[in-house]
């Protein structure tokens, strides 16, 4: 009996020395393995639609920390992390568009040794998707594969509404563009209790020189759902009454810019640069284009077949910087696709350009980049579309972050038009003005240069790049923004990991 007693205050003794290194777990039991593990103990689930439509993996992803006889570690609280592991669509042709993200709350803390993803989605379908849950100093694991499906049907159930038909009567607020225009300028669509009903009325519209009737569209060949107004949150659109009554929905906040701009080809009164061109007039000359970032908090599927199952033919432009866009609406005379396409023929675009035709492997999903400089309780969503001189509508789906340029880089002065990464990861290099710079679902790596800049590293694991050595810089960290100061700006940060200078890498806790 005395012996019995004297192991068991051995082993009390024991916890107590070591509870710093490793715990104690209950029952008088000691967790000394340095050997954890990570183990699925509920795997992703198939057949989840991709993000966009509203719906999680479900049941919850869970992960625990198990020693290495599998028991679970109750003492664990450490944070674990998933990402995707196997990519399904990479061997697709053109398979850097179907790249799939992981959207949700991706890090989440153990408790009692247990992690629960209750949000998580991917963006885009596939077959044979895996998950790796990983956190510091614990063996990772690898989830069992599972497949993300998508349909017309279930879009259409989770919200996404069919836009084959004319998607409505438009006018635009331009009363805030200002003397350098560069303003915003905010676009309704009929809605409400009184809408605009019909053609007659529509061009009978006149509430002053503020306001201009958009010219119609066609969003052919998308599904599409608008979650709510710009800077709002997700629900019914904000509402507007003009002068004759008649009822409107915020759906839009733009700005446009015309690269490469040449005042001489536009007829008299001519504008005097870009972003009057872009932001007052409808008329695109040919090898120039409208470059716009606009907030709109909609989600698109491009679908693969029409509601018959017939293959959709899609049209695309590669700019010089090998970002690809894709036809998502056109005039509201071209609705065929033999319209569309002689459009699309005769569309001239700037030098360095490519144009291609093609059928979509599969439904291909697109969501705008979300940030938290908008409104403070809402973030802004942002499309970087263009218009080309046939009036075809394009809407960016791939952002080649090797080389980090787009048209926004070119817009001078730049401040106003934000700096943008769609979808996949990549470098986004700034400018010499005060810049606003929104990163993607993927990991991306901001060069601000110089100016005030606010950069919003989005989802992901995130790094910015600065030229000089960290002891120029002053950096403090509060309530996960980050500020850093040094001779070349100020830079505003969130949702950064990492900073890179020219000496050293610098590891944030936020």
Same mark, same amino acid.
């Given at each position: 009996?005395?012996? #019995?007693?004297?192991?068991?205050? #051995?082993?009390?003794?024991?916890?107590?020395?070591?509870?710093?290194?490793? @715990?104690? +777990?209950?029952?008088?039991? !000691?967790?000394?393995d340095n050997n954890?593990?990570?183990?699925?103990?509920?795997?992703?689930?198939?057949?989840?639609?991709?993000?966009?439509?509203?719906?999680?993996?479900?049941?919850?992803?869970? $992960?625990k920390v198990v020693d290495s006889n599998g028991n679970l570690d109750k003492s664990a609280t450490v944070p674990i992390t998933l990402t995707i592991g196997?990519? &399904?669509?990479?061997?697709? &042709?053109?398979? #850097?568009?179907?790249?799939?993200?992981?959207?949700?709350?991706?890090? !989440?803390?153990?408790?009692? @040794?247990?992690?629960?993803?209750?949000?998580? +989605? $991917?963006?885009?379908?596939g077959v044979g998707y895996t998950l790796v849950a990983s956190a510091n100093g614990i063996s990772s694991v690898t989830s069992n594969p599972f497949n993300v499906t998508s349909s017309i049907a279930a879009a259409e159930s989770a919200g996404y509404k069919s836009t084959e038909a004319k998607s409505g009567y438009e006018v635009a607020y331009i009363g805030d563009i200002g003397s350098n225009f560069q303003g915003f300028v905010y676009v309704y669509v009929d809605y409400g209790s009184n809408p605009i009903t019909n053609d007659e009325e529509f061009r009978a519209f006149n509430c002053g020189e503020s306001w201009?009737?958009?010219?119609? *569209?066609?969003? !052919?060949?998308?599904?599409?759902?608008?979650?709510?107004?710009?800077?709002a949150a997700s629900g019914p659109l904000l509402p507007y009454t003009d002068c004759q009554g008649h009822?409107?929905?915020?759906?839009?906040?733009?700005?446009?810019?015309?690269?490469?701009?040449?005042?001489?080809?536009?007829?008299?009164?001519?504008? !005097?640069? @870009?972003w009057q061109a872009g932001q007052t007039g409808v008329y695109v000359p040919p090898a120039q284009v409208k470059y716009s970032s606009i907030n709109k908090n909609q989600l698109i599927l491009f679908t693969k077949n029409d509601k018959d199952g017939k293959p959709i033919l899609r049209f695309f432009v590669t700019d010089q910087w090998g970002n690809v866009y894709i036809v998502k609406s056109s005039n509201s005379a071209d609705q065929t696709t033999e319209q569309i396409a002689a459009r699309f023929e005769s569309a001239v675009f700037p030098a360095g350009w490519n144009k291609s035709s093609a059928y979509l492997e599969q439904d291909l999903y697109s969501a705008p980049t979300y940030n938290n400089y908008g409104n403070e309780s809402?973030?802004?969503?942002?499309?970087?579309?263009? *218009?080309?001189?046939?009036?075809?509508?394009?809407?960016?789906?791939?952002?080649n972050g090797n080389n980090g340029g787009s048209i926004a880089q070119q817009a001078i002065p730049t401040g106003v038009l934000p700096l943008v990464i769609t979808e996949a990861g990549g470098r986004i290099n700034g400018t010499l003005s005060n810049d606003q710079m929104y990163g993607s679902s993927g990991n991306d790596l901001f060069y601000p240069y110089a100016g005030d800049d606010v950069i919003d590293g989005g989802s992901g694991y995130n790094g910015v790049v600065f030229e000089l050595s +960290?002891?120029?810089?002053?950096?403090?960290?509060?309530?996960?923004?980050?500020?850093?100061?040094?001779?070349?700006? $100020? #830079?505003?940060?969130?949702?950064?990991q990492y900073l890179v200078f020219s000496d050293k890498q610098v590891i944030l806790s936020q």
């Open positions: 009996m005395m012996q #019995k007693i004297s192991i068991q205050l #051995k082993s009390i003794l024991f916890c107590i020395i070591s509870a710093t290194l490793w @715990g104690c +777990s209950g029952g008088g039991s !000691v967790n000394a954890l593990q990570l183990v699925f103990t509920t795997q992703p689930s198939s057949n989840s639609t991709p993000a966009g439509t509203n719906s999680f993996v479900a049941p919850a992803v869970q $992960v196997n990519q &399904p669509n990479a061997n697709l &042709p053109n398979g #850097k568009i179907y790249t799939g993200y992981l959207n949700g709350t991706t890090t !989440v803390t153990s408790a009692n @040794g247990v992690a629960s993803f209750n949000n998580i +989605s $991917v963006s885009q379908p201009v009737q958009n010219t119609p *569209r066609n969003a !052919v060949f998308d599904y599409a759902n608008t979650l709510g107004s710009p800077n009822t409107w929905g915020l759906i839009v906040q733009n700005i446009s810019y015309i690269w490469p701009f040449e005042s001489s080809v536009y007829p008299a009164p001519q504008p !005097v640069n @870009g809402y973030p802004s969503a942002i499309f970087m579309d263009l *218009r080309d001189n046939a009036d075809l509508g394009y809407s960016m789906i791939y952002w +960290s002891s120029l810089y002053a950096i403090n960290t509060v309530n996960g923004i980050t500020v850093v100061s040094g001779i070349d700006g $100020v #830079k505003t940060l969130t949702n950064i």
